[in-house]
């Protein structure tokens, strides 16, 4: 089998752990991802298996679209609710009309410092791996973008925003910044992926259904063949 997988990634999996099941699933020993997802993330995780391996560079630049649910007032050491809490914020919270204007702040090019839990690797080592163990480096700030931010709805503390941005964006620093501005603190409480490139969550399929239509003789939906994983790239 080559093609691409849009699989509905499941909270708590990392995305290596889907390609191991997906492996595991269609028997096969090749396949990859196009781009990190965080265990606490849900949604959008395309899956290249066999020959389509070799299209990544193709599919991982692609722009993406993001669900996500921030809390004012508390910060924690991921950035996400993974982490253990580092503050608490306790003095007078911003009105509505400030976080507005804050999050149209964040739109355009942006510069980012990626968190120190992250896969990306210094001298071959993933950060998540030092920063398990009380090592915190010096990251280089990068550009990221921006294309849209919407809040969808403001209730208390909590907000609840769409994203679309472009290849690197992380959310949970995203979240951490525009806390910082607003000057009371934030964090991550949860993160879907509604769209990766091509690639949308309605499309979608998740490992349950992967096995039990494969078993079937014919996967239900979300496959794409290279050629139709390759159209208008």
Same mark, same amino acid.
């Given at each position: ?71 004012? &007032?508390?910060?924690?050491? @991921?950035?996400? %609710?993974?982490?253990?809490? !580092?503050?608490?914020?306790? #003095?007078?919270?911003? +009105? ?71 290849? &690197?964006?992380?959310?949970? @620093?995203?979240? %951490?910044?525009?806390?910082? !501005?607003?000057?009371?603190? #934030?964090?991550?409480? +949860? ?43």
């Amino acid at each position: 089998m080559d093609g691409v997988l849009n699989i509905d990634k499941s909270k708590g999996l990392t995305s290596n752990d889907v390609v191991k099941r997906v492996k595991r699933i269609l028997c096969i020993k090749k396949a990859g991802h196009t781009g990190t997802l965080d265990p606490e993330a849900t949604g959008v995780l395309p899956v290249l298996v066999g020959k389509a391996t070799k299209i990544s560079q193709y599919l991982i630049n692609s722009d993406k679209e993001y669900s996500s649910k921030m809390e004012l &007032g508390v910060k924690t050491d @991921t950035g996400d %609710s993974a982490g253990m809490v !580092i503050s608490r914020y306790s #003095g007078t919270f911003p +009105s509505e009309i400030e976080i507005c204007r804050t999050f149209k702040k964040f739109t355009g090019r942006i510069l980012q410092i990626p968190p120190m839990y992250s896969a990306i690797k210094v001298n071959g080592r993933p950060l998540y791996s030092l920063a398990r163990k009380g090592i915190e480096i010096e990251r280089k700030a990068r550009e990221v973008i921006i294309h849209n931010i919407e809040i969808l709805s403001i209730n208390g503390n909590s907000i609840t925003f769409k994203v679309l941005c472009s290849k &690197g964006t992380y959310i949970r @620093t995203l979240v %951490s910044d525009i806390g910082d !501005i607003l000057g009371v603190g #934030g964090y991550l409480v +949860s993160l879907r992926r509604t769209i990766a490139g091509k690639f949308r969550i309605e499309d979608s399929i998740d490992i349950k259904e992967l096995e039990d239509s494969y078993k079937r003789g014919k996967i239900a939906r979300g496959f794409y063949t290279i050629e139709e994983a390759l159209e208008n790239v």
